[in-house]
């Protein structure tokens, strides 16, 4: 009997939570740390799909019906995701979560990570903070609360950061600009550069590596690794498997800890 009295609870207090929609996992984490119990977070993007071919469909579209506030990023996909959510569902207020950030281009495109550094994700969380007091003010002092313990973290983390001795890297993707930009660092991205795979570009990503004396190369998961364990053979270097869609503290600190 206690157990159901129990589930009863926990089920009302759902439905009359704060229902939150992000694009993508990270901003669930970022949400979630200032939200706490008083939201639940929905993602649309669903782990082990990659933003640039994300695509989705209507029934993904539809279990934002009930959302509240739905926060942006600044991926391409979102272009064409937002127009349908809101006929779907107009009542629901968009954020863009990095309002207050100033996005890099890079190579000619707008750099969407903006949640792969400390620095820029204390400017989310002010964001964050923001609109979910606009919409619940009963659980102002609690956002706070949860704000402030974040900014702590972040601060911890950065001070971290600044003691890394590595300061250069090879990705495959180019994600971590920000972060890089952050602590005084240099990215060296396999992807940005023309002629992909080919033994040109292998010897100037090593001689590049060489030059700025790299030790570590990121990969996401999701990317081909042969290029890069070909150039970490010849440098010495390790091979770090690290995902810039993870949650972004725990990537963050990855990123960190490996360039120590």
Request: zero cysteines.
């Amino acid at each position: 009997m206690g157990k159901l009295i129990a589930l009863l609870v926990f089920s009302i207090f759902w439905a009359w939570g704060l229902q939150i929609g992000v694009s993508i996992p990270p901003e669930k984490y970022i949400v979630e740390a200032i939200g706490g119990n008083r939201v639940e977070v929905k993602i649309l993007m669903p782990p082990g799909v990659t933003p640039a071919t994300f695509n989705p469909s209507i029934q993904q579209l539809l279990q934002f019906r009930d959302i509240n506030l739905y926060f942006t990023i600044g991926l391409p996909f979102e272009n064409k995701a937002l127009p349908k959510l809101q006929e779907i569902n107009p009542k629901m207020k968009i954020v863009d979560m990095g309002h207050y950030v100033k996005r890099e281009v890079r190579n000619g495109v707008v750099d969407p990570h903006i949640w792969l550094s400390p620095a820029l994700l204390m400017v989310e969380s002010e964001k964050v903070l923001e609109e979910l007091i606009k919409i619940d003010p009963k659980g102002r002092d609690y956002y706070i609360a949860n704000f402030h313990n974040l900014i702590l973290f972040l601060l911890r983390l950065e001070k971290q950061g600044f003691k890394v001795t590595h300061k250069a890297f090879i990705t495959f993707h180019p994600s971590y600009g920000y972060f890089a930009e952050n602590f005084g660092l240099k990215q060296i991205a396999i992807e940005s550069q023309q002629g992909a795979g080919s033994l040109a570009l292998l010897n100037k990503i090593i001689e590049e590596g060489k030059k700025n004396q790299v030790r570590v190369v990121f990969i996401a998961p999701e990317f081909p690794r042969k290029f890069a364990q070909l150039v970490a053979q010849r440098l010495g270097a390790r091979i770090v498997v690290v995902s810039p869609l993870a949650n972004p503290f725990d990537t963050i600190s990855t990123l960190i800890n490996n360039l120590k």
